[in-house]
C-alpha cells in the first residue's frame, strides 16, 4: 500500500473518502494494538458526522486484536485523556478533527498514563503496521463496555479553583455547537460561585450551524465578542471543537491573543508555587520571560506541539506549560491539556487581583506587542524559507532553531516556522514596545515571502 498521508506528526487527521476512511481506522485499530500490545483502551469521539462510525471501526480493530474497550461515547479530547489515567488502562484514542473542515477527520492517540504518542515515539510504527496491512487472522475478540467518567473529571478540573476568592461576574461561554457544552454544564454545578454564565451555542450539533469552532480564525470571533458587549460581560470564553483549546475576549469584546493569556496563567501559578518552571514555546516569548522572572519562575523553551511540551513538563518537572496558540498544559492534570481548567484560572486571577482582564494584559500587550500568528499557503515553502535566511540570518544578534528559525534584533524579534499539521509557513514577529517598528517588519517579511 502507498504511504498513507493521514499521518502527521502528533496524530492521524486527514480527508474523509481518501486520506482517511473507515477501513483505515479499523487497521489503525489494529496497529495501535500490535505496537503498544494495549489489554485495556479507552475510545471517545466528537460530534462530526463521521466520527461515531470512526470510533466503531477502531473499536473494531482493537477488539479483533484481543484489546478490551471501554467507550465514553461524545466528550472532549481531554476527557479521554483524564479517563486513560482514571480506569488505568494502556492507550486512548480521540476521534476528532478540532477545527478542521467538517470533511476531515482525525484520531489523537496516548499510550498508558495519557503519555502522548507522536511520529518520533510509536506513531511511525503504527503507520508502517498499518500501511502494511499484514495483519493476518483475528485474536480472541476483546470486551466492549460504555462507561461515563465525566462526574469525576469534572471534580478534577473544578479542583484547581480555590472559588472562595473569586467574586461575582458575569462570564459569555460558546462552544460553537462542539462537545463543550455537556462537559462545561457538569462542571458549572459543581462550581459554588457567584458567577453568572451567558450560554452560547452550547449544545453539540454536528451540522455546525454557526461553522466550525477555532475562534483562533478572526472571522469567527465575532459572535461570542457581540455577546459580550451586548451583555455586558466581564468575560468571554470559546472553545474549538473537541476543546482542548480555550480562547479568551475581555469585557470590551476584545480578543486576547494566546502569548499574553499565557503570561496570565504562568503568573497565577507562580503565585501559587514560588520557583516553579514554566514551559513555553518559541514562537513569542518577550512578555512571558519578563513575567516569568518577576515572578521567580523559570522559563524553559520546548519545541510547538503537544508531545514536545508534555515530554519537556516531565523531563524538568515543571506545573504549567502554554502555548500561543491556546493549549494549556497542567502537571496536575497527567501533563495534559485542557480547555477547561484555563477559564477558572483566569476566572480567580481577575478576583484576586481585583482587575479586568484588559487591565490584566494592558502592561504586557504595550511593553511587548507582536503580530498574531500570520499562515501563508505555499505550495513549496522552501523558497520562502531561504530567502528570509538570506535577507535577516546575517544581522540577527542571536539565532535559535529549537523550532523553525527564530531571529533576535534587540529590539525585536521573528520566528518563521512550517507547520506540523497543516501546509502553511507560520510567522510571528514581536517588538519590544515600538508597533510601528512591529508593522514594518511584519509589512517588509509578508512581501518577501509572497514574492520569494
Known amino acids: 500500500m502507498s504511504t498513507l ?8 487527521r486527514g480527508r474523509l473518502g481518501d486520506e482517511l476512511t473507515e477501513d483505515i481506522c479499523y487497521r489503525i485499530g489494529r496497529g495501535f494494538a500490535r505496537s503498544l500490545k ?3 483502551v479507552v475510545i471517545g469521539y466528537d460530534i462530526r458526522p463521521t466520527s461515531k462510525a470512526l470510533a466503531e471501526q477502531l473499536s473494531e480493530g482493537l477488539r479483533d486484536e484481543g484489546v478490551n474497550v471501554i467507550n465514553l461515547g461524545l466528550c472532549g479530547t481531554e476527557e479521554v485523556y483524564f479517563a486513560t489515567t482514571r480506569f488505568v488502562t494502556d492507550g486512548g484514542l480521540m476521534v476528532t478533527a478540532s477545527h478542521n473542515p467538517i470533511n476531515y477527520n482525525g484520531i489523537k492517540m496516548v499510550r498508558g498514563g495519557s503519555r502522548p504518542i507522536s511520529s518520533a515515539d510509536g506513531l511511525g510504527e503504527i503507520q508502517a503496521l498499518v500501511e502494511a496491512d499484514d495483519f493476518g487472522p483475528t485474536r480472541a475478540r476483546g470486551t466492549l463496555e460504555t462507561r461515563n467518567p465525566r462526574d469525576a473529571y469534572a471534580e478534577r478540573v473544578t479542583s484547581f479553583a480555590d472559588t472562595s476568592t473569586w467574586r461575582p461576574m458575569k462570564v459569555v461561554v460558546n462552544a460553537g455547537n ?5 462537559a462545561f454544564e457538569v462542571i458549572a454545578e459543581k462550581l459554588d460561585a457567584p458567577i453568572e454564565f451567558v450560554r452560547q451555542h452550547l449544545t ?3 451540522t455546525f450551524p454557526n461553522g466550525i469552532p477555532n475562534p483562533l480564525l478572526e472571522e ?5 465578542a457581540d455577546l459580550v458587549r451586548a451583555e455586558g460581560a466581564d468575560l468571554g470564553v470559546a472553545w474549538d471543537g473537541d476543546f482542548d483549546r480555550c480562547f479568551f475576549f475581555d469585557e470590551t469584546g476584545t480578543f486576547i491573543d494566546g502569548e499574553y493569556v499565557v503570561g496570565l496563567l504562568a503568573g497565577a501559578f507562580l503565585s501559587k508555587h514560588k520557583g516553579a518552571k514554566i514551559i513555553h514555546d518559541p514562537r ?3 512578555a512571558l520571560l519578563d513575567l516569568v522572572n518577576a515572578g521567580g519562575g523559570e522559563a524553559v523553551a520546548s519545541q510547538s506541539g503537544h508531545s514536545h511540551i508534555k515530554a519537556k513538563m516531565r523531563d524538568v518537572d515543571a506545573v504549567y506549560g502554554g502555548e500561543m496558540s491556546a493549549h494549556h498544559y497542567f502537571r496536575d492534570f497527567m501533563y495534559c491539556d485542557s480547555g477547561m481548567i484555563p477559564w477558572l484560572l483566569l476566572i480567580e486571577h481577575m478576583s ?3 482587575k479586568k482582564l484588559s487591565e490584566l494584559v494592558a502592561d504586557m500587550q504595550a511593553r511587548f506587542p507582536s503580530s498574531g500568528e500570520i499562515n501563508f499557503k505555499l505550495d513549496d515553502k522552501q523558497p520562502a524559507i531561504d530567502a528570509f535566511e538570506a535577507r535577516y540570518l546575517p544581522d540577527a544578534k542571536s539565532v535559535d532553531r529549537l523550532d523553525g528559525l527564530s531571529l533576535d534584533y534587540g529590539d ?4 518563521l516556522r512550517q507547520s506540523n499539521t497543516e501546509p502553511v509557513l507560520r510567522l510571528n514577529v514581536e517588538a519590544r514596545g515600538d508597533r510601528a517598528l512591529l508593522a514594518e517588519k511584519v509589512a517588509e517579511i509578508s512581501k518577501l515571502i509572497t514574492e520569494a
Open 352 to 354: 484576586t487581583t481585583g
Open 178 to 182: 462542539g462537545v463543550a457544552g455537556p
Open 284 to 286: 513569542v516569548i518577550w
Open 5 to 12: 498521508t493521514c499521518f502527521k506528526s502528533y496524530d492521524v
Open 38 to 40: 494495549p489489554r485495556d
Open 412 to 415: 525585536w524579534r521573528v520566528n
Open 220 to 224: 469567527n470571533r465575532a459572535q461570542t
Open 204 to 206: 453539540p450539533d454536528e
